[in-house]
């Protein structure tokens, strides 16, 4: 079974700090994707990321994925009122695993 | 990406009742899948729908008290039979292009059951 830890599990911050958001395993993933989920929605794809230590960034969003495939850090900078939600991390463990594993989550609160 | 609807979006459901979950994308689609996501949770996958066939359950999860149906490759059903207060969820469908593709999630559907 692979299993994704992720931190911190609750953060409030107020506007205009920067955060980042970690995602870890000891197990290789194919890929790795981070959504986002708002109350009373369904998650939202902010990214994919495949390749090992691959960067993309997303306006003042930027995701890295380990060298090893094993790890993801997700980082926003000037944060928004808007920002606030659920953020998640999920891993793909490839091929015929097409398995997402999810992450328990990152309740942000961004304070104006 | 697709666009995907549920129907219902909520629901109020009595005890030892079932609800019937649709999920709709507006185009075909080779993988659908539906996770129960529990108050303050993450995210748990039921079950691969697999159009034609019996769906492929995860541990902790049976058809007597989910079963799906996968008529075509843009309609599935979840039922949650015999509800109990413990079903108190947020049920989403997702759906990918093909094996390993990225998932894309439906808005969910609420549902408490008293």
């Known amino acids: 079974t692979q299993l994704l830890k992720q931190s911190p599990q609750f953060l409030s911050i107020q506007e205009g700090e920067n955060l980042t958001v970690y995602c870890n395993s000891s197990?290789?993933?194919?890929?790795l994707q981070w959504y986002r989920q708002e109350p009373g929605e369904g998650p939202v794809l902010l990214v994919t990321?495949?390749?090992?230590?691959e960067v993309k960034k997303l306006k003042r969003l930027t995701f890295q994925f380990g060298d090893a495939r094993k790890d993801s850090s997700l980082h926003i900078t000037a944060a928004q009122p808007g920002d606030t939600g659920l953020y998640l991390c999920?891993?793909?463990?490839?091929?015929?695993?097409?398995?997402?594993?999810f992450g328990k989550g990152t309740l942000l609160t961004v304070n104006p | 990406s697709a666009v995907i609807s549920q129907k219902p979006s909520r629901d109020i459901c009595q005890r030892g009742t079932s609800l019937t979950i649709q999920c709709q994308v507006d185009?075909?689609?080779?993988?659908m899948f539906w996770y129960r996501q529990q108050p303050g949770q993450s995210l748990t996958l039921i079950a691969t729908a697999n159009q034609g066939s019996e769906a492929t359950y995860e541990s902790g999860f049976v058809i007597d008290k989910f079963p799906i149906s996968r008529p075509n490759l843009t309609f599935s059903t979840l039922t949650v039979s015999n509800m109990s207060p413990e079903d108190s969820s947020i049920y989403l469908c997702?759906?990918?292009?093909?094996?390993?593709?990225?998932?894309?999630f439906g808005p969910g559907t609420r549902l408490l059951v008293l």
């Open positions: 997702s759906l990918a292009r093909g094996v390993g593709e990225t998932q894309y």
């Open positions: 990321v495949v390749t090992g230590g």
């Open positions: 999920a891993g793909a463990g490839g091929g015929s695993n097409y398995k997402l594993t």
């Open positions: 197990s290789v993933f194919s890929s």
């Open positions: 185009s075909q689609v080779t993988m």
